[in-house]
């Protein structure tokens, strides 16, 4: 356990993970945080006689940065975020330095500066989109992303002297962005609710199921999953080696940090409640930078390399340790001795065989994975280890007695089209009553589109009329080797090719059997399917393999205009609710003020009857204000879901190239969706261009 240096109470609750620290007249660290009465506290130290200072927010706060974005100025600003706007506050003047409307809500924020920018800019990530802007409010980047943004993070991933944009979101993925361009992607299992920079390359993640790790690049150092919730992640040196640990704070009231390097916990301390939010500053203006620890009932703790204090008894543990690995190693000794002196053993040379295939004869079609082997040994039981297929990520078979055999069959059922490492551990014994068992331990990797069937090339009646077309100069066999690498091939493919010039393949998906061709002929690349994204899925796929730099391709895709102007439509009807809603509120607001003036002055003129009267109109506006909230709500949650809905639509059609021009494109479509103009979103939808 930990020594705080100090120790002190808010008294106001705190929203989780919307806690920050700044510089805001350059010299001093202030805390920042949300409270649960949509107030902005800052907690300023260095003025005791007015320690805490209020700004009120009229709307619910979702996001709360503070930094540097004011060049020539080592003022901190604050920025805070909400469901529907954005404010950039200058504490230090107590004045606005600017404030938009967000319609995709603004749910991360970050300060920093990317790779074409001269100075630092505000990035915010929301529904679907990613956005940046000056310190005056001029917007500079906009583009979209594949699902609702919930962490952000600037630093140099590559190396190359330049920042890149890392972005974590509810679909699973960490995305790596030059500037607006995707360069990399990494799919994790739950959504990523949390990221924080390492030097040299290397950055921490958290997700939604409890698992935190550290990344070096885009190769998985480490990581652990605790069953508690992440609400936030801060780098610190506690125990001043002068490397950074990675801080966590839980949703339990754990605090603990590891090293960066092994994941090792190096320092834990508990809070009566729930962790809101970690940040470092020097706090108590001591010369050197604390870490500070806020919890949702107010609790601040400070910590620094003094509090970690090192127990007399580690050395005696580590000895425990070693004496129980050493315990377990004798024990499995003796019982591999005693299978081989009572002739219970396994043959020497029996092998665990693996076998991926897709099946479509089970209850729900699926990708099957089939053990057995090679002998009549048996397998007892199999456990299976896959991120994002089973709910705990591991999957335990262990077959009825009557069922058991040398053959195993399990089905697994990938959410999302990505590749996949599956972890296999089985228990080979020689005899349903021996009671010692070998145990295989192997990996197996699923391909991208392991969820998709080769089937046999349908007549041209069936082939799909929505497709996407380009020029392509290739061999044959490196169209083979592409679909062996990302498809699960069975023995007889039902590839229709001449083995030169000529190569069809049609796959039907194993979640909704939707059909998809792919034909190449003559230098020319066919895909023909209804689902955009999958289809976008396979451009970029065919890209990274054949590595292409430039893709520019046609397209027909008649059901996704028609479904992004039912969209347009349905944004613009709701838009014009929220308008209407928010003016009959406003009146209300107006009305149900003069009626209070009025009760209190027939009080006091003692007139009970015009009071009365007045009280009843209160009540009833204020339960029809109340029912106008609701609707209000539903109307913003439905607006919401439209706005994603656009915006994975633009995002597919510009995964339909590639090329460096993604910013113009996405900038065009948006402008094009602003203004209703379908002459232009048929035209950025086949071709690219308007």
């Known amino acids: 356990m930990a020594v705080p240096l100090f120790s002190l109470q808010l008294r106001h609750s705190i929203l989780p993970s919307l806690v920050t620290i700044g510089k805001y007249d350059g010299s001093h660290h202030c805390l920042t945080a949300a409270t649960s009465e949509n107030k902005i506290l800052i907690h300023s130290p260095h003025r005791p006689e007015k320690d805490i200072s209020y700004l009120n927010i009229s709307q619910k706060i979702t996001a709360l940065f503070a930094g540097k974005a004011i060049p020539n100025d080592d003022k901190d600003i604050l920025v805070v975020g909400t469901v529907g706007s954005i404010l950039v506050y200058n504490v230090d003047l107590n004045s606005d330095l600017f404030y938009k409307e967000i319609p995709d809500g603004v749910a991360a924020i970050t300060i920093g500066k990317l790779n074409s920018m001269k100075d630092p800019s505000i990035i915010i990530g929301g529904n679907c989109s990613i956005q940046a802007f000056d310190y005056k409010g001029n917007e500079i980047l906009w583009t979209v992303t594949g699902d609702n943004v919930r962490s952000i993070l600037v630093m140099d991933l590559d190396l190359d002297g330049s920042n890149e944009l890392l972005v974590g979101s509810d679909d699973y993925e960490i995305r790596e962005f030059k500037d607006d361009i995707i360069v990399n992607e990494i799919s994790e299992t739950s959504s990523i609710c949390a990221l924080n920079s390492f030097s040299v390359g290397r950055f921490a993640y958290a997700l939604d199921n409890g698992t935190v790790g550290v990344y070096d690049k885009f190769r998985r150092v480490w990581r652990v999953k605790s069953k508690s919730t992440v609400n936030f992640l801060e780098k610190y040196d506690l125990d001043g080696d002068g490397k950074d640990e990675l801080i966590t704070g839980w949703s339990n009231g754990k605090i603990d940090a590891r090293n960066s390097m092994t994941g090792e916990v190096i320092f834990r301390d508990v809070l009566s409640t729930s962790i809101a939010g970690i940040v470092i500053g020097d706090y108590r203006r001591a010369g050197k930078s604390q870490m500070i620890v806020v919890s949702v009932n107010g609790e601040v703790r400070g910590y620094d390399n003094t509090s970690l204090k090192i127990e007399s008894g580690v050395q005696t543990n580590v000895i425990h340790d070693l004496l129980q690995k050493r315990q377990i190693l004798t024990a499995e000794l003796n019982n591999y001795t005693k299978a081989s002196n009572e002739g219970h053993g396994i043959p020497g040379d029996t092998r665990l065989i693996t076998e991926i295939s897709v099946s479509e004869e089970t209850t729900e079609p699926c990708v099957l994975l089939t053990l057995s082997t090679n002998n009549s040994t048996i397998l007892k039981a199999v456990t299976v280890f896959a991120e994002g297929i089973f709910e705990d990520e591991t999957h335990v078979v262990h077959p009825k007695r009557e069922n058991i055999s040398s053959i195993l069959k399990i089905s697994l059922l990938p959410p999302k089209d990505i590749l996949l490492d599956i972890h296999i551990r089985a228990f080979v014994g020689s005899s349903l009553d021996n009671d010692q068992f070998h145990v295989f331990e192997l990996t197996r990797q699923l391909p991208k589109f392991s969820m998709y069937s080769l089937v046999i090339y349908p007549e041209i009646e069936d082939i799909p009329k929505s497709y996407v077309k380009f020029r392509l100069v290739e061999r044959v066999q490196r169209l083979d080797l592409w679909l062996s690498q990302n498809f699960i091939v069975p023995q007889k493919t039902p590839v229709k090719t001449d083995g030169q010039d000529f190569w069809k393949i049609s796959i039907k998906s194993l979640r909704d059997s939707t059909l998809t061709c792919i034909t190449f002929e003559r230098e020319?690349?066919?895909?023909?399917?209804?689902?955009?994204?999958?289809?976008?899925?396979?451009?970029?796929?065919?890209?990274?393999?054949?590595?292409?730099?430039?893709?520019?391709?046609?397209?027909?895709?008649?059901?996704?205009?028609?479904?992004?102007?039912?969209?347009?439509?349905?944004?613009?009807?709701?838009?014009?609710?929220?308008?209407?809603?928010?003016?009959?509120?406003?009146?209300?607001?107006?009305?149900?003020?003069?009626?209070?003036?009025?009760?209190?002055?027939?009080?006091?003129?003692?007139?009970?009857?015009?009071?009365?009267?007045?009280?009843?109109?209160?009540?009833?506006?204020?339960?029809?204000?109340?029912?106008?909230?609701?609707?209000?709500?539903?109307?913003?949650?439905?607006?919401?879901?439209?706005?994603?809905?656009?915006?994975?639509?633009?995002?597919?059609?510009?995964?339909?190239?590639?090329?460096?021009?993604?910013?113009?494109?996405?900038?065009?479509?948006?402008?094009?969706?602003?203004?209703?103009?379908m002459t232009v979103l048929k035209k950025l939808i086949e071709s690219g261009n308007k």
Do not use: G
């Not at 994204?533 to 046609?554: G, H, K, P, W």
């Not at 109109?617 to 949650?637: A, F, G, L, R, S």
């Not at 656009?646 to 113009?664: E, G, P, W």
């Open 524 to 677: 020319m690349m066919c895909v023909y399917s209804v689902n955009i994204n999958i289809t976008a899925d396979i451009i970029q796929s065919l890209a990274v393999y054949l590595n292409l730099e430039q893709i520019d391709s046609s397209a027909e895709f008649p059901e996704v205009l028609a479904d992004l102007w039912e969209n347009i439509q349905t944004m613009k009807t709701l838009q014009q609710n929220s308008v209407k809603l928010n003016a009959s509120i406003a009146d209300s607001s107006a009305l149900l003020k003069n009626l209070i003036v009025q009760s209190e002055d027939f009080r006091l003129l003692d007139d009970m009857s015009n009071m009365e009267k007045c009280l009843n109109e209160i009540y009833h506006i204020d339960k029809q204000m109340i029912q106008n909230h609701q609707v209000t709500c539903e109307n913003h949650e439905q607006l919401l879901m439209t706005l994603k809905k656009i915006n994975t639509i633009i995002q597919n059609a510009s995964r339909l190239r590639v090329n460096n021009n993604k910013t113009d494109t996405i900038s065009i479509y948006r402008q094009a969706v602003a203004s209703e103009n």
